[in-house]
């Protein structure tokens, strides 16, 4: 908890509401007029925008309605002072300001601001991670990305193999393996696929014309 003489020392106060694809950012003074009002896309373009346009304020508290994720590693990463809020007291900050209790994101960021500012010495602050836990994260969550793509990628060929060659999707039953996908590159279509059974048959050795004879007899 924070002595609230000293919280009010801060210069501002910034709230970010993420979505999936832009993030509100509105940071208020000590006063609790608005003083920063963008949205930034989520992306490395977007997260180089916002440490631009918060640099003259150094660091600062912001909150934002999750504990986790990059949103937060980003805001940690920029030097800002991470206060999480739960969907409870984020609804309570939101009716406060609206009580209708529509969901706006600028009025999301702006609520969970000036809620910060007033009452953000009570509230407990996120530490940040030790590297080697946040490299171990980051590490789990791209394998996790990867496994996602490769899904992907094999549900959209399962879909091309049904309607072009079929009997390459009824020899193999986990395309994730590598003979599987060596068969496609050895095999790409059927009429391959026809011609090197074929040949396979040419190059196996002349069968006595009855049983019992041998070679050359």
């Known amino acids: 908890m ?4 000293q919280w009010q020392q801060h210069r501002a106060f910034g709230a970010l509401d993420w979505a999936s694809q832009t993030h509100c950012v509105v940071v208020v003074d000590q006063t609790g007029k608005v003083i920063e009002d963008f949205q930034i896309e989520r992306s490395a373009l977007g997260w180089k925008k916002f440490r631009e346009k918060l640099q003259p304020y150094g660091s600062i508290p912001f909150a934002i309605e999750t504990s986790q994720g990059a949103a937060i590693e980003q805001l940690l990463e920029a030097s800002m002072i991470v206060y999480p809020l739960n969907p409870k007291s984020a609804q309570a900050y939101r009716e406060r300001k609206a009580p209708s209790g529509v969901k706006d994101d600028q009025l999301d960021a702006w609520s969970f601001s000036d809620a910060l500012r007033v009452d953000g010495h009570g509230w407990k602050a996120l530490k940040p991670e030790e590297p080697l836990i946040k490299e171990l994260r980051l590490l789990c969550r791209d394998e996790v990305s990867l496994i996602e793509q490769r899904t992907a990628v094999i549900q959209q060929l ?22 599987a996908w060596m068969f496609l590159e050895r095999f790409p279509t059927p009429p391959s696929a026809s011609a090197g059974r074929q040949a396979k048959v040419a190059e196996l050795p ?9 070679p050359g007899a």
């Open 2 to 5: 924070n002595d609230p003489q």
């Open 158 to 179: 399962r879909h091309a193999l049904a309607e072009y060659y079929p009997a390459a999707l009824d020899a193999f039953e986990d395309w994730t393996s590598v003979s």
């Open 206 to 214: 002349a069968q006595p014309a009855a049983l019992g004879q041998r």
